[in-house]
């Protein structure tokens, strides 16, 4: 049996958490899809652990914030929050996702952060990855059938608490908005004043989204835009050398 082809897309972005795409990458998927791209979101985990809201909360803030972001696909790969890990276990749920979305391009999580489960979660993309497009591992899907294998052309770090040099930077300035409102959605989690419950968190305080849009503003400037996302690749881009003359036109 063939894969199920209409799932197939362009970019899958890697979540470690649901909202952790919304807050470092969404922008850059919100321009992806415009341009008549497949973009989905790959959450390995639940945030089963996080201090405000409940799991039911967080569940129906995700679908709130992929209608919002127009995702042709959205999955979770049920992961454990909180411990995550680069185990044989753990990494095979997220090839089966490859085999199963054959993304051409995925956005995963920077490799330093101040949380244990991004840094976990990009080592374990990363040996996932390429993994994935071993023949002789083999793999299922959800029916039992042999999945062909399957390894991402690009892969692109985003940032996201900790700050990096970025290779490039998406000039997002046109669906900022749109990013923020899909950020909102998640109302348990962030500094809203429809929801106000629970204990104070390092992102539910006025200043975290204060300093993310800082930062995406700072991004912007470099570019000379208004806001921007940056982003570094796994490896080394194979550029054709009139490339030099599109991205700095006389």
């Known amino acids: 049996m063939d894969e199920v082809l209409d799932e197939v897309l362009d970019v899958l972005a890697f979540s470690p958490h649901p909202d952790d ?127 062909r294998a399957w390894r991402p052309s690009s892969a692109y770090y985003y940032m996201l608490s900790h700050d990096f040099e970025p290779t490039f930077i998406v000039d997002i300035s046109t669906v900022h908005e749109k990013k923020l409102a899909a950020i909102r959605a998640y109302r348990t989690q962030f500094h809203t004043e429809t929801y106000m419950e629970g204990p104070e968190t390092y992102v539910s305080s006025p200043d975290f989204l204060a300093a993310l849009i800082g930062r995406s503003r700072r991004l912007g400037f470099l570019i000379g835009a208004e806001y921007g996302e940056g982003f570094v690749p796994l490896q080394a881009q194979r550029f054709e050398a009139q490339w030099l003359l599109s991205v700095h036109p006389r």
């Not at 995550?84 to 979305?101: D, G, H, I, M």
């Open 21 to 147: 795409a919304e807050l470092y990458c969404a922008g850059t998927l919100l321009l992806l899809k415009q341009q008549g791209l497949r973009v989905g979101i790959a959450d390995l985990t639940r945030g089963e652990l996080s201090t405000r809201g409940t799991e039911e909360n967080r569940a129906a803030e995700t679908a709130e914030a992929a209608r919002i972001l127009d995702l042709h696909v959205r999955i979770n790969l049920d992961l454990p929050d909180g411990a995550l890990a680069n185990t044989p276990e753990q990494r095979l749920p997220v090839v089966q996702s490859l085999r199963r979305l054959q993304p051409r391009t995925v956005l995963l999580p920077y490799p330093r952060d101040r949380h244990p489960d991004h840094e976990h979660a990009s080592e374990l993309l990363r040996d996932a990855m390429y993994l994935s497009g071993l023949l002789k591992l083999t793999s299922e899907d959800a029916f039992g059938v042999s999945q």
